[in-house]
């Protein structure tokens, strides 16, 4: 059976993730998470190259905030320890070294993680 990473993501976010989640749409190329704040996450996993992924964290309709986990190789990152690993923290060009596993199923739940932990903080979820 052909590994599917889009539909693996999806199982582990409505397993082990359900207090986020209020419904996971199947795209043309990624999947949308809805999340249960009203914003939102896309998964994109690379079909041709191993291992490339990213997750965005939409938010700027509600508080001007995004985030996002990449790993495509983008010149401007070069510096990080982490390259071609980044997280962009809030704002498109607010780059960090990465603070998630590398690989896209711990990577994913980490950043996941990181999604509950900042709306608990915040009160938008229980």
């Known amino acids: 059976m052909k590994y599917r990473p889009l539909e693996t993501l999806a199982r582990i976010a409505e397993i082990e993730y359900s207090s986020l989640i209020v419904q996971i749409d199947y795209l043309v190329a990624k999947l949308r998470i809805l999340v249960k704040d009203g914003s939102f996450i896309d998964i994109w996993v690379s079909e041709k ?3 490339r992924f990213g997750f965005h ?6 508080d001007g905030k995004m985030f996002r986990y990449d790993n495509f190789p ?3 990152w070069v510096n990080l320890t982490s390259f071609p690993f980044h997280f962009h923290q809030e704002y498109q060009e607010n780059v960090i070294d990465a603070p998630f596993a590398r690989d896209i199923e711990d990577g994913f739940r980490d950043f996941l993680s990181f999604v509950k932990d900042y709306l608990e903080k915040r009160g938008e979820i229980v």
């Open 49 to 51: 190259l191993s291992n």
């Open 57 to 62: 964290w939409e938010r700027r309709h509600l």
């Open 74 to 76: 983008d010149t401007h």
